[in-house]
């Protein structure tokens, strides 16, 4: 794996807690970013959680979060600034200090994004006006209607408008976060931890909320191994055979059990699970289209347009353009302090 950053400098993670945050959308983020750290062997990243006065953060559940500092205190580059929602996020709206504070971390980070409500926090601090942003579709009429200059869109999982991220409900955390480390390191760590995560797949952006695209996840285990099999290696060979191989049984069977427990033979599941994670690519990052082909183990480029015109009736660099969810955007310029991309990445 690479390093966070050419000169090895980790990039700093800040996560905005504050009573009444859900302990998951903060859990998402930093069990996510630390599993990357620990999969490459890397300082990849550096979390910390921080909360008004450093107190402690009372979150829904009951439980309670030591910080590991003030948020006024605060200061210094950062990579990416992430607001958490939860129960608290109208309180948390509502008081200017917390409110200031966020506007002023905001103005020190690459990039900005919030979990769930903590979407209100960054529509309060006026880092959403004029932005298309997603929050949990319970709440999306009512960010609509208090901020009116915000362009609120309840179905996807999450949005990227430009520096600044907003995610869907509670775990959509986990999928911004994938994506974010996709932006980062490229795919091939991403997947690694997604598999860790026991996420099959990794979600892209513009499917909504309430996607089928969370399946797979068959009752068989030979199906659900062979699921798992497709999503890690898809720039390798992967007719029926093989997996059938991998998981130990003949091509004849692999094809029955998927027909029975997924509706479609592994072939067909292949080619769609290739076209979604190209699409998902496309959409989240800034990486040359040769180069998500060969990722998810498209023959050529013409083979992807081929297959993009299909699915979708416009090319991949169309379908880039189009795209309404999470773009890479143009590449920020190298901090040491708060890292730059990958070596891996530097060609894109």
Known sequence: MANASSDGVARRVVVVGYDGSELLDIACV?????LAVRVAGRALYRTELVSPNGQPIRCDSGLELHSHGSLQRATGAIDTLVVSGGRGHEAAAADPAIVAHVRRLATLARRVASVCTGATVLAAAGLLDGRRATTHWHYADALARQYPSVH???RPIFIRDGRVATSAGVTSALDLTLALVTEDCGPDLARIVAQALVTYLQRPGNQAQMSVFTAPNPDHVTVREAVAYVTAHLATTLDTATVAKHCDVSARQLHRLFIEHLGMPPGRFVRRTRLDTAARLLSTT???????ARWCGFTSLETLRQAFVAQYGVPPSQYRSMSTALSAGPKPARSRDAGGPCPE???S
Do not use: F, W
Request: aromatic content about 0%.
């Open 152 to 154: 609120v869109d309840a």
């Open 345 to 347: 990445c530097q060609d």
């Open 286 to 292: 800034g990486h040359p289209i040769g180069l998500v």
């Open 30 to 34: 930093t069990s996510t970013l630390d």
